[in-house]
């Protein structure tokens, strides 16, 4: 019988690792799970928890309000080492970029255990965009053992870094959640739905204040659409996210939704426009268009097959590129005629996963 412990703090890791929990439990004969949440996120993560129904071994309840990276880091380093000890798994999964999975990480090295790393290889190569995500997967990438890597550049990416042990492509496990849930578009109103979603701590809140002025000038002059904006729970974005845009009667806010209620948004929306790193790649499967507010993204695959446009953080090229979308119908087309929809992974992503490491470890 094998130890496995997956690790997970955030919303992004709980979508992305369930279908891996899911795996795991197919495969109960051979592996013992022990499913470890930090807490890094509290009702983000609890809201997945409970839609899912997902028991987890420990919750260790790290997060404080608008708690700072190195509060983050010491909470995640002193909650994670005793679990690790007592609990002495043979490998610790972690997911991604966040610093939940960077601690992990680090935590099972000095307790000198395996370390698998899914979603691994994504690059921008800029430390400070995404910040501080871009260190912490290169963290985990220079203490792993296993490199599961969506795509072949992700691949390519770690060779560069000379990186030599184990290295699967297997597709993105947020594409097997998509698939787990089999989701049918719903036969909505006619009415163009642009769904945003913004929380990266890069953008500043001078910057956001000037998106938000810009989606509320695009409210304006297009009353016939909606702007549905279900506000991430950092206080940062969200005092100014709803100060600046809860008078608009065309634009919704909304608490984060279940992942259900997103993905139906998603899929019945006209436009999608975010800074998240998940949503350029699930919006791509629906084949709706994103308008990616980053200056670089790490997700470049389906920004060259066309359903992705980085159009950086400025505020007017917002404006430009929305009009241009909701007035140009070819334009609008061409994008959402891109060929995306496996361009992150075909669903069988943790199938891979588990399988190849059980023949390691
Ligand atoms: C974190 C990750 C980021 C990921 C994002 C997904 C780090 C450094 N950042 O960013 O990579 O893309 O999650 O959402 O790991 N808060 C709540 N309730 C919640 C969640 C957050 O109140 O359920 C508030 C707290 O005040 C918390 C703050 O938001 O201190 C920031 O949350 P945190 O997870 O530290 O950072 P994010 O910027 O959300
Ligand atoms: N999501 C959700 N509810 C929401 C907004 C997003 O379930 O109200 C999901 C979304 O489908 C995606 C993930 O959360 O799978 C993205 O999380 P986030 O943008 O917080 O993090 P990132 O992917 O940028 O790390």
């Not at 987890?56 to 790290?62: G, H, P, R």
């Not at 790393?117 to 994504?122: K, M, N």
């Not at 909606?226 to 919704?252: A, E, F, G, R, T």
């Not at 984060?256 to 998940?278: C, H, K, R, W």
Request: with cysteine; hydrophobic share 40%; aromatic share 6%.
């Amino acid at each position: 019988m094998k130890h496995y412990m997956i690790v997970f703090g955030t919303r992004p890791e709980l979508i992305k690792i369930f279908p891996l929990i899911k795996e795991c439990q197919n495969h109960a004969k051979q592996i013992k799970l022990t499913i470890v949440n930090t807490g890094q996120q509290k009702e983000m993560v609890d809201i997945l928890l409970k839609e899912w129904n997902i028991q987890t071994n420990y919750d260790l309840e790290i997060m404080k309000q608008q708690q700072t990276l190195t509060e983050l880091t010491i909470n995640l380093m002193s909650a994670l080492e005793p679990v690790l000890k007592m609990e002495n798994p043979d490998v610790v999964i972690v997911h991604g970029d966040t610093t939940t999975a960077s601690i992990a990480s680090l935590m099972a090295f000095y307790q000198q255990k395996k370390i698998a790393h899914v979603e691994a290889g994504l690059r921008t190569s800029n430390k400070n965009a995404p910040f501080p995500e871009e260190m912490n997967r290169q963290l985990v990438d220079r203490v792993a053992d296993y490199y599961f890597v969506p795509t072949q550049s992700n691949r390519e990416n770690l060779e560069k870094e000379g990186i030599d042990s184990v290295i699967e492509v297997t597709g993105n496990t947020g594409i097997d959640t998509l698939h787990y849930l089999d989701l049918k578009r719903t036969i909505g109103t006619e009415q163009r739905q642009i769904l945003v979603t913004l929380h990266r701590r890069e953008l500043g809140e001078e910057q956001l204040v000037k998106i938000c002025k810009a989606l509320v000038a695009i409210a304006k002059e297009y009353p016939d659409i909606i702007i549905k904006y279900p506000v991430h729970l950092n206080p940062k974005i969200k005092n100014i996210v709803c100060s600046l845009l809860s008078n608009q009667p065309n634009i919704d806010l909304t608490n984060p939704l279940n992942y259900l209620a997103f993905q139906q948004e998603m899929m019945n929306s006209f436009l999608v426009i975010t800074d998240s790193g998940g949503i350029q790649e699930e919006a791509p499967y629906y084949k709706v268009p994103v308008l990616v507010i980053r200056e670089v993204t790490e997700r470049q695959e389906a920004v060259l097959a066309g359903g992705l446009k980085l159009i950086g953080t400025d505020e007017r090229k917002l404006y430009k590129n929305v009009v241009a979308l909701l007035n140009n119908a070819d334009e609008y087309e061409s994008m959402r005629a891109a060929k995306c929809t496996r361009t992150y992974g075909d669903g069988k992503a943790a199938k891979r996963i588990i399988r190849r490491l059980l023949q390691e470890v």
